[in-house]
């Protein structure tokens, strides 16, 4: 499994997009990107996946350079709600999910 | 939108009692897992299950754990004789297919508490 390395935290305000950066330098040729979110005592919630180029979904977007090795989730006019902590898995679209340790984004009035 | 489910949100039991955590995964879907979050730290992944099978689990998922799919709609995890150290929310996912453009859907936890 492809390492990855995100920040461990972000600060934003409500309306602001908000941009998540990945660096995931030994990703491998068969390795998608995906994106979970968690909110506080809930499970994990799958937002976007990715190979390359760019993606877009009702929720978020997740734009990834020619050379693979970072990806940046973008998160548009984010609410106070969107608060929650933000995995990058990076892998093979397996039956198993390796969580790092996220980013936690916190979103203020 | 169809979801997992999961019962008992909540379970405190005492150190070496058995405990059975109960899930619903999504009803067309083939694969199932259990994952723990230990409070403050990272979801790990405990174990998936096909075909009424394992098909992989972690150092975690020793002789202490076991998972069955009872029927054709529950899937659960019993832990044998719990430990302090059990003490986690745990989260079942399911998933329609095992690779391709798949993802897994959590269900929203039971957290175990062990006294």
């Known amino acids: 499994l492809a390492k990855t390395t995100q920040p461990i935290s972000m600060d934003s305000y409500e309306g602001q997009e908000v941009n998540i950066t990945c660096s995931h330098n030994?990703?491998?040729?068969?390795?998608?990107i995906t994106w979970y979110q968690q909110f506080p005592s809930q499970g994990p919630r799958f937002i976007i996946q990715?190979?390359?180029t760019k993606v877009t979904n009702e929720v978020a977007s997740l734009f990834i350079p020619a050379d693979r090795k970072s990806s940046t989730l973008s998160l548009p006019r984010v609410s106070l709600s969107d608060t929650a902590v933000y995995y990058c898995l990076v892998g093979e679209p397996d039956y198993k999910l390796s969580f790092g340790a996220g980013t936690t984004v916190t979103v203020r009035a | 939108e169809p979801e997992v489910t999961q019962t008992p949100s909540h379970q405190v039991t005492q150190m070496g009692q058995e405990v059975i955590l109960r899930c619903v995964p999504i009803s067309n879907h083939l694969y199932f897992y259990w994952y723990r979050q230990i409070l403050g730290q990272k979801v790990e992944f405990l174990v998936s299950f096909y075909n009424n099978e394992i098909s992989e689990k972690s150092e975690i998922f020793d002789d202490q754990f076991s998972v069955e799919r009872p029927d054709g709609s529950n899937f659960t995890l019993k832990i044998r004789s719990t430990k302090l150290e059990d003490s986690a929310m745990y989260f079942c996912?399911?998933?329609?297919?095992?690779?391709?453009?798949?993802?897994?859907?959590f269900g929203p936890g039971t957290r175990l508490l062990v006294l």
């Open positions: 996912a399911s998933s329609e297919w095992r690779r391709g453009q798949e993802t897994q859907y």
């Open positions: 990715g190979y390359k």
């Open positions: 030994n990703i491998a040729t068969n390795d998608y």
